[in-house]
């Protein structure tokens, strides 16, 4: 594959088991010393930040100067914006496409991830087909930069896409739209089956932990690394696999107490939890 081909989900799956670490879970480390850290830990490269790489030429130049091809799985993310009635937010999604695509390919990344919009009160009915729309339309133009998307729920009571099922929903018949799996949101949303989730689609898995907390006050800063908290990780990674999902895997966690933390000693000790999880049979 040339550095400017994409993958395929063919293509993804057959990358097995490739670690990647989330810039989230270093969330303070530039985008260069992200990749220097990933690769002394043992990871297979990154997925970048958008909050990091916006605005920021010199650390987006010194990230695209050290990193080899297929280093960068992804750039996160952009965000499907609905109004309180529904309607997508079309506009501001075009204009946050433009510097987003450009860190795509400047870092040769494959894959730009999208959420759904997080609308206090906006039930999934209305809420769909405003994400499906703006879904569409971010692969639209994704697809006119040879990059490709793939699509996150989120599992917060707030937003309206907040189940596996209804993830399959916003990507049914939009064409070339890919998933993320997040294991924090599967948790949040109750742990579900993954019926109706269409795991052929899946480009990524999230990898994580959470405490004992009530589902509806959880957030992304509780996130712990694989194995220190109660998501139920070797159940979803048996179904995922019964699904003959075998990767890629991406650790990713918002702690700022790990931010705080010397990001290669977190990095080891996350690259040895992801191992150990998606070891298990």
């Not at 670690?19 to 480390?29: D, H, K, S």
């Not at 010199?58 to 280093?71: D, P, S």
């Not at 919009?117 to 729309?133: I, S, Y």
């Not at 159940?235 to 010397?262: I, K, M």
Request: include cysteine; charged fraction near 25%.
């Amino acid at each position: 594959m040339s550095d400017t081909e994409t993958a395929s989900p063919s293509e993804a799956g057959a990358r097995g088991g490739r670690l990647y670490l989330n810039g989230a879970t270093v969330m303070t480390t530039p985008t260069d010393r992200q990749l220097a850290v990933a690769r002394e830990a043992g990871f297979s490269g990154i997925e970048a930040r958008a909050e990091r790489l916006i605005g920021a030429p010199g650390e987006l130049g010194a990230a695209a100067a050290l990193g080899r091809a297929g280093e960068v799985f992804s750039l996160n993310g952009v965000r499907l914006g609905l109004r309180p009635d529904g309607a997508p937010e079309l506009e501001t999604l075009e204009a946050d496409m433009v510097p987003r695509l450009a860190i795509c390919r400047a870092l040769r990344a494959p894959y730009l991830l999208a959420v759904p919009a997080r609308v206090p009160g906006l039930d999934a009915r209305r809420g769909l087909p405003g994400t499906r729309e703006g879904l569409a339309r971010a692969r639209d133009l994704a697809a006119a930069a040879g990059v490709r998307v793939a699509f996150e729920f989120l599992g917060f009571p707030d937003c309206p896409i907040r189940t596996p099922r209804l993830a399959g929903e916003v990507v049914r018949g939009v064409d070339g739209a890919e998933l993320i799996l997040d294991v924090a949101h599967w948790h949040a949303s109750g742990s579900p089956p993954l019926e109706g989730f269409p795991v052929d689609r899946l480009a990524m898995v999230h990898l994580n932990d959470l405490p004992p907390k009530p589902l509806a006050e959880l957030e992304d800063a509780d996130r712990l690394l694989p194995r220190e908290g109660v998501i139920r990780l070797v159940d979803l990674l048996r179904d995922l696999r019964a699904r003959r999902y075998a990767g890629p895997w991406s650790l990713e966690t918002f702690n700022p107490a790990h931010w705080r933390a010397d990001p290669l000693d977190l990095a080891r000790r996350g690259f040895g939890a992801v191992m150990a999880v998606v070891g298990e049979r």
